[in-house]
């Protein structure tokens, strides 16, 4: 391959690139009484180079008490208490609960580590059956020597997620522009909220108001 053709496939490359028209998605939630998770359905992405740590903290809780993860990524899984705990993550497997006459109380086990001692921290990698999907569900962690303390988790392999703030207020940028499906996680259930057309270069502004 000469030079000249070289040259011509990183130009069209590039071009193609630059071609490729995204926005934002931002807004806020309206009378959300605890977490809520945010994101685009069905739309791929590059993956966020970040890691998602579950922390058992002294006194008993799992902090945060909601997380989102990225496939291809670890969890990374600490103890900050002086007594053993165990972090179980289960994934809510709905397929499961539809299909069977004896459905899993939690769900099926993604990992259960024990984490004997403060300071134990364990990584693990976070895989593709992890994320999100209809007929699997999100992930909820429990710690089994003490079932009261919990967690949830929902996994995604694109970056198009987040976690609304204390106020409501959530962002996705860079968005490919097009129609989108529009989903949210509030009290362990998760809703179809609406299609959303995302312009190029442009901030779309949202209000959601949770059923």
């Not at 990584?123 to 999100?138: A, E, L, S, V």
């Not at 919990?150 to 962002?171: C, E, N, Q, T, W």
């Amino acid at each position: 391959m000469n030079i000249r053709r070289v040259v011509s496939i990183i130009s069209a490359a590039l071009a193609l690139l630059s071609s490729v028209s995204a926005g934002e998605l931002k807004g806020r939630i309206q009378a959300a009484e605890g977490p809520v998770v945010v994101w685009v359905e069905g739309v791929n992405g590059a993956i966020p180079s970040q890691d998602t740590p579950i922390t058992h903290i002294a006194g008993g809780a799992f902090e945060p008490g909601i997380s989102i993860g990225f496939v291809g990524r670890e969890f990374v899984l600490k103890n900050e208490d002086d007594k053993l705990h165990n972090t179980h993550l289960y994934m809510r497997s709905a397929h499961q609960n539809d299909v069977s006459g004896r459905p899993l109380k939690f769900g099926s086990t993604v990992y259960n580590v024990a984490l004997p001692r403060s300071g134990s921290t364990v990584k693990k990698p976070i895989k593709p059956y992890h994320r999100y999907r209809d007929d699997t569900g999100y992930i909820e962690i429990v710690c089994n020597a003490h079932p009261n303390e919990r967690a949830f988790l929902l996994v995604f392999d694109h970056p198009y997620a987040a976690i609304a703030g204390s106020d409501g207020a959530f962002k996705l940028t860079n968005i490919p522009a097009g129609k989108h499906e529009v989903r949210y996680w509030h009290g362990g259930e998760v809703k179809v909220w609406q299609t959303v057309e995302v312009e190029d270069s442009v901030a779309t502004d949202i209000m959601i108001e949770l059923e």
